[in-house]
């Protein structure tokens, strides 16, 4: 398991990365701590706990963000609404009046009316207690410097351009499928068959183990005869007439196959 200082830089490193993708910076979070306090049910589990330099206390990277943005307050219904970050590509007015109001609201038209539910900030941020200062005083005395962000991947396709000029990806070609080589087509044997000594055609050609080719109505007429073959339920004992090997194979139609 990681050292609590570990915890504490990685749970620094996600609330910076969730508000830089809110448009505030890292350097924000300056001074902040992170204590991972363990659980009273379940102390083999912790809980991370964001506290500001101020002593206040944020359960999750979205009330960190309520503490490090900056607002301000509609004149009508002294709602806080939250100013655009300067990497949100966003702009506030440079100067807010006295009189403000929602309906001025140009960066977020979600919350540009005083019925919108203002951001609650209240709900989980906390006030210091003792089982948090207990944990932070396993931890180093000086917070740690907050981690960088990650470098962004670089796309493959960076760089290429498409026929019309613009930049845009070029779908990668699959490797062509290697094809397996074709089946050979039978061929006839060169040699008659050594029963009726007539040439063998392919589609009455039985070859047997031994490899010596015949004709499958010769190897059945010697089946009928009985010479030389052994017989159960399944299948057929031949003696090759040639080699005089005993051979094994279906019955049926063609009593034998290789």
Same mark, same amino acid.
């Given at each position: 398991?990681?050292? #609590?200082? &570990?915890?504490?830089?990685?749970?620094?490193?996600?609330?910076?990365?969730?508000?830089?993708?809110?448009?505030?910076?890292?350097?924000?979070?300056?001074?902040?701590?992170?204590?991972?306090?363990?659980?009273?049910?379940?102390?083999?589990?912790? &809980?991370p706990?964001?506290? *500001?330099?101020?002593?206040?206390?944020?359960?999750?990277?979205?009330?960190?963000?309520?503490?490090?943005?900056?607002?301000?307050?509609?004149?009508?219904?002294?709602?806080?609404?939250?100013?655009?970050g300067?990497? #949100?590509?966003?702009?506030?007015?440079?100067?807010?009046?006295?009189?403000?109001?929602?309906?001025?609201?140009?960066?977020?038209?979600?919350?540009?009316?005083?019925?919108?539910?203002?951001?609650?900030?209240?709900?989980?941020?906390?006030p210091?207690n003792?089982?948090?200062?207990?944990?932070?005083?396993?931890? $180093?005395?000086d917070?740690?410097?907050? $981690?960088?962000?990650?470098?962004k991947?670089?796309?493959?396709?960076?760089?290429k351009? *498409?026929?019309?000029?613009?930049a845009?990806?070029?779908? +990668?070609q699959? $490797?062509?499928?290697?094809?397996?080589?074709a089946? +050979?087509? $039978?061929?006839?044997?060169?040699?008659?068959? #050594?029963?009726?000594?007539? +040439?063998?055609?392919?589609r009455?050609?039985?070859?047997? *183990?031994? *490899?010596?080719?015949?004709h499958?109505?010769?190897?059945?007429?010697?089946?009928?005869?009985?010479?030389?073959?052994?017989?159960?339920?399944?299948?057929?004992?031949?003696?090759?007439?040639?080699?005089?090997?005993?051979?094994?194979? #279906?019955?049926?139609?063609t +009593?034998?196959?290789?």
């Open positions: 398991m990681a050292s #609590s200082a &570990d915890l504490e830089v990685q749970c620094l490193a996600d609330a910076a990365a969730y508000i830089e993708r809110h448009g505030w910076p890292r350097s924000r979070l300056e001074g902040w701590r992170c204590a991972p306090v363990p659980r009273v049910s379940n102390p083999a589990h912790w &809980d706990y964001w506290i *500001s330099p101020h002593d206040e206390v944020a359960r999750s990277p979205k009330y960190v963000l309520a503490l490090v943005a900056d607002f301000v307050q509609c004149k009508a219904c002294a709602a806080l609404r939250r100013l655009p300067p990497l #949100s590509g966003k702009a506030a007015p440079h100067s807010l009046a006295d009189d403000w109001s929602c309906s001025q609201n140009t960066w977020d038209p979600a919350v540009a009316y005083c019925n919108a539910a203002e951001e609650d900030k209240g709900a989980e941020i906390k210091m003792a089982r948090i200062r207990a944990v932070l005083a396993g931890l $180093p005395r917070p740690p410097p907050i $981690p960088p962000a990650a470098p991947k670089v796309s493959r396709f960076a760089g351009k *498409s026929k019309k000029g613009g845009a990806p070029e779908t +990668p699959k $490797p062509a499928k290697k094809r397996a080589p089946t +050979p087509k $039978p061929k006839a044997p060169a040699d008659p068959c #050594s029963i009726c000594l007539a +040439p063998i055609k392919v009455d050609v039985t070859v047997l *183990s031994c *490899s010596h080719a015949f499958a109505s010769c190897l059945a007429t010697l089946e009928r005869h009985g010479k030389g073959v052994g017989t159960t339920r399944r299948s057929v004992v031949v003696t090759c007439p040639l080699c005089r090997k005993r051979a094994r194979g #279906s019955r049926g139609d +009593p034998l196959v290789k």
